[in-house]
């Protein structure tokens, strides 16, 4: 079957654990793996028969064949990458806390941003928790939603632990903008507890109309839509109302790809980021489903 | 020795104190509380939303006024005293350290789980360029072997830090666990150390004296003991035991007690002392700003306090993770219901 050739920039542990999804997926092919020395995660895209380069972005850009742009680098080298993909008429899925081109939850705005030359994945725990925060204000309206994310120690890595203001600022402007919240606050908490504790999202809601049963219907079909992409995706408390303040708590278990199980954060971010480049290889290939049109993520 | 052995004093009425108070502290009352402070000569005045700059939200509680008013009132009540923050990266950031620095703070504590120094990096160094006097301040001390605290603490020298604290954040260390730890702290590190300590175990005093015996030289208190769980080290009694014990401080010990009995006293909403859930926190080894949380729960979920307070600690959940507390008591909940 024909398949979108993609690339991903970043070998690292995002960048590995993307390799191993875009190797399942049906619409996209793994066609190279950049990075900038010979790392661990090059040899080991090597060992699977994957195209690698230690040249950075330049053998990407020059082959036009390829449509896809995964970065999974930093926010600086994606700064630079960003005109430059945009130039070679590639999509990039940006992995970065960069944010060159809107944020993207892909079962709430992923029908709307079709042209978009760059999408951002916002971060995991914008990932986790705008697809619920969404839900609620679909039918309840939100005047205010308030995140706390939970992960292992250690599944964070020196990039978020280096600038973890930029999470929580971050996740708070996506409630609002892709949410649809009024306003939002994130915190993010690390927990060292040996085993280690499998991501956890407490979301908080200040609806405008607390009609329980729509709620609780509302995220029950979001956490459908959001288990087709990542399976370890659960409700673990279903929405609580206390007057206008609605608290639902989420887990996330990752898929144990290439990162351990316990790093949900990590599974769910590179879950999104496949789950949008498989929509548009699909969308490219002219295998897009009617229903896609709509608000939904299931490939 | 000749010389009185110097000991410098954190007040912390106004910030952990805050717990005690479920945040509702006014403008007027901290302005006149953090005066009667500073005159009494106490060096350090903490003043913050009990879980640091931005504590307010659902999941900390809602301040009846923000961290900006209550700043700008303290500001304006001290003379010579140092204004104090406390920041916890993950829940502030930043750009709330610049509000805080703009309203008059000189002097800022950033707090993390004793394992993640690291996130408090940027925060260290931004306090330094700032020209804050910057405190590493690593919570849950307890959890950890002594090397370990030692090995965070000076991650934080190496960030800048002008001094680190050793806290037992769930007031569940006996005075040797005080001192292994804060030992290894000063044999490591070449900045002062000091410590945090909570009432759950009736051993805030006796904890703080064994952190001097160890070589801590800075010290954490509130007037009454105000603070989260049991409380933290009482001021006024600590300033006692310090001045029999031969310590200086600096501060006036009658117009300490004036402060504490005058000023806190008449607003505080319930007696500091250790009742039953209190007593857990520091026995399980539990956050102590999760005990109010713990008993709304309760009586939500109907439930005993302690039930809910034991599994948190058997899950090691860490300071900061009160959603948590929801999360144990539905899930308790639904298995007594379940049954």
């Not at chain 2, 005159?39 to 923000?66: F, K, M, Q, R, T």
Request: net charge negative; charged share 20%.
């Amino acid at each position: 079957m024909e398949k979108i050739k993609v690339a991903v920039i970043g070998p690292g542990n995002i960048g590995s654990d993307l390799m191993y999804k875009i190797l399942r997926s049906r619409y996209m092919k793994m066609e190279m793996m950049a990075g900038i020395v010979l790392s661990e995660g090059l040899k080991r895209a090597a060992s699977l028969g994957i195209r690698t380069t230690t040249e950075g972005i330049k053998p990407v850009l020059e082959d036009e064949s390829i449509k896809i742009v995964f970065d999974a680098t930093g926010a600086k080298p994606h700064l630079q990458h960003a005109p430059l993909l945009k130039a070679a008429g590639k999509i990039a899925i940006d992995l970065t806390p960069a944010a060159v081109g809107p944020y993207v939850v892909p079962p709430v705005n992923l029908h709307e941003l079709y042209e978009a030359p760059n999408l951002n994945l916002v971060t995991c725990g914008g990932q986790a928790t705008v697809p619920i925060v969404y839900a609620i204000q679909r039918v309840a309206g939100a005047r205010y939603a308030e995140i706390v994310a939970a992960i292992a120690s250690k599944s964070a890595g020196p990039g978020t632990r280096q600038n973890i203001d930029e999470f929580t600022q971050t996740t708070a402007k996506a409630l609002c903008a892709v949410g649809k919240a009024q306003k939002g606050k994130a915190i993010i908490i690390l927990n060292p507890a040996e085993p280690p504790i499998i991501m956890t999202n407490t979301v908080y809601v200040e609806v405008e109309n607390p009609d329980e049963k729509a709620i609780r219907e509302s995220v029950e079909d979001m956490v459908r839509e959001v288990q087709s992409y990542v399976p370890g995706y659960r409700l673990r408390v279903p929405p609580l109302l206390d007057g206008h303040k609605v608290t639902t708590i989420i887990e996330v278990e990752g898929a144990g790809d290439f990162l351990p199980k316990y790093s949900g954060n990590l599974d769910i971010i590179t879950a999104a980021a496949v789950a949008v480049g498989d929509r548009l290889a699909a969308k490219m290939l002219g295998k897009e489903r009617p229903e896609w049109q709509k608000r939904s993520a299931s490939i | 020795m000749a010389e009185a052995k110097r000991v410098h004093l954190v007040d912390s009425t106004l910030r952990d104190g805050s717990h005690a108070v479920s945040h509702q502290f006014t403008p007027e009352q901290v302005h006149s509380i953090s005066g009667g402070l500073d005159a009494a000569g106490v060096e350090y005045i903490e003043v913050a939303h009990g879980d640091g700059l931005a504590g307010a939200s659902y999941n900390y509680g809602w301040p009846a006024y923000s961290d900006e008013e209550r700043l700008k009132a303290a500001a304006s009540a001290i003379k010579k005293g140092i204004l104090t923050v406390l920041l916890i990266p993950g829940i502030g950031t930043q750009e709330d350290l610049n509000m805080a620095i703009d309203c008059g703070a000189r002097a800022v504590r950033v707090a993390t789980h004793v394992t993640e120094a690291d996130i408090g990096e940027q925060h260290i160094g931004m306090g330094k360029k700032m020209g804050m006097r910057t405190f590493g301040f690593l919570m849950m001390s307890h959890m950890v072997p002594p090397e370990k605290v030692a090995e965070q603490a000076k991650l934080f020298e190496s960030y800048g830090a002008d001094v680190v604290y050793v806290a037992d954040s769930a007031g569940a260390m006996l005075p040797e666990d005080v001192k292994a730890r804060v030992g290894a702290v000063c044999a490591e590190v070449k900045i002062p150390v000091g410590f945090h300590a909570h009432n759950n175990l009736s051993l805030a005093i006796a904890n703080s004296i064994a952190a001097l015996e160890a070589g801590a030289t800075f010290l954490d208190c509130c007037c009454r003991g105000l603070g989260a769980g049991a409380g933290n080290t009482q001021t006024e009694v600590l300033v006692g035991v310090l001045k029999k014990l031969g310590y200086e401080t600096n501060v006036d010990f009658y117009r300490i007690m004036d402060v504490a009995e005058k000023l806190v006293e008449p607003i505080m909403h319930r007696p500091q002392v250790i009742d039953n859930a209190s007593l857990m926190l520091g026995y399980a080894g539990v956050y102590s700003s999760f005990l109010l949380h713990t008993y709304r729960a309760a009586e939500k979920f109907n439930l005993d306090p302690r039930d809910i307070l034991v599994e948190l600690g058997r899950r090691r959940m860490v300071g900061g993770q009160e959603d948590m507390i929801i999360d144990v008591a539905y899930q308790l909940a639904q298995q007594k219901g379940g049954n």
